[in-house]
């Protein structure tokens, strides 16, 4: 049976780009024959400065966010990484597999640590292989993400391969990224060359799932576009990075594509797009927003939820560490 793993790092508020990008499609590869395994991954979160309380805060609220989205622990094994201590185990084994150079290679090292890497953690640096034992401790071959985690999949692909090659065995599988859709790269709002991203200063460049229907509204108001209508046509989006976005967000929350969406309001202004959009954006996300704050009121639910989601997951990773040490000579 096939395994999907994939995860989610438990800083500020889960925006839009992760909504469609990754938990949305989450819920998607759910039941259908195959095991999902969706984490929250709090130990990557603490790779840069995270106030102890806001942590504790934003694991919840995350947790909250994956049930409230349809992600069922019935279906799928929802838990938080660091009750998992296979997974960072796994990943010294992997500090010692992936090479310097690899790790320098990495966009988004070099774009968190800015000029000043001297003073970057260290566990920024060794990140990727975090990641690729996430993965790798279930033996997991599909991995949904957006289009910004594809570095980072390739190294954990490089990771097995060199694994399996040093040892003389066929032990890790090399994971697939799935990165599918209209929404794998959800931009700004206020910057149609940068991602949309929790991390972005201006509040006003993203969603968040908490926004209520008035603020959602004013971001849409708000956004970027050029003084053009809408194109008449796709191909007419090209070299308008903000419009296009716009149409991709349309079509993702929709379920829809960027044809259709085009079909229905190509040649109009920006002014009858955007309050459209914003009424599908809040249809589709209010009811997320009130049951995430439903659940948040008593975490004791989500917190049930993310302990019995670990043990489950442990039973899986716990045998796969334990042949990895024997692969490597390690006496358990
Ligand atoms: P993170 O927490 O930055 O983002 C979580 C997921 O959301 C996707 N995403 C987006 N998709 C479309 N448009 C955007 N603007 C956008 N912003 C974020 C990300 O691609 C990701 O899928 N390193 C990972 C977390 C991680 C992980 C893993 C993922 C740790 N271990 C193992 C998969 C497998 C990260 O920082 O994602």
């Not at 968190?112 to 790798?136: C, H, Q, T, W």
């Not at 401790?137 to 980072?152: F, L, M, N, R, S």
């Not at 419009?243 to 991709?248: D, E, G, W």
């Amino acid at each position: 049976k096939p395994r999907v793993f994939s995860g989610i790092q438990p800083t500020n508020h889960l925006q839009l780009g992760n909504y469609l990008g990754a938990v949305k499609r989450f819920v998607d590869m759910q039941g259908s024959g195959i095991e999902t395994l969706y984490c929250i991954v709090d130990l990557h979160a603490i790779t840069v400065w995270q106030d102890p309380a806001d942590l504790t805060r934003a694991t919840r609220e995350l947790a909250a966010g994956y049930l409230a989205s349809g992600l069922d622990p019935a279906k799928s094994i929802l838990f938080n990484q660091a009750r998992v201590p296979e997974h960072t185990q796994l990943a010294w084994v992997f500090n010692c597999v992936a090479r310097m150079g690899w790790l320098n290679r990495m966009t988004q090292f070099k774009d968190k640590a800015g000029k000043n890497r001297e003073n970057a953690s260290v566990g920024l640096f060794a990140y990727p292989n975090l990641m690729a034992a996430d993965i790798l401790t279930y033996h997991a071959t599909k991995v949904p993400v957006g289009e910004d985690q594809k570095q980072h999949l390739e190294l954990a692909r490089d990771i097995a391969i060199k694994f399996n090659n040093d040892f003389g065995v066929d032990f890790f599988p090399v994971p697939d990224p799935i990165i599918e859709g209209v929404a794998t790269r959800v931009m700004s709002l206020r910057d149609g060359s940068k991602k949309m991203s929790k991390s972005d200063p201006s509040d006003m460049s993203r969603i968040n799932l908490t926004d209520d229907a008035d603020t959602i509204a004013k971001k849409f108001r708000k956004a970027k576009t050029d003084p053009e209508p809408l194109a008449e046509t796709v191909e007419g989006l090209a070299g308008r990075p903000e419009a296009r976005n716009l149409v991709n967000i349309y079509a993702a929350l929709g379920d829809s594509t960027a044809e259709a969406v085009i079909a229905e309001f190509g040649g109009r202004s920006f002014s009858e797009f955007k309050p459209k959009l914003a009424d599908l954006a809040v249809a589709k996300l209010s009811p997320l927003s009130s049951e995430m704050s439903r659940l948040m009121q008593d975490p004791t639910e989500i917190d049930r939820v993310l302990e019995a989601g670990a043990e489950r997951a442990r039973t899986i990773a716990a045998p796969i560490l334990k042949r990895t040490y024997d692969i490597v000579g390690i006496v358990t």
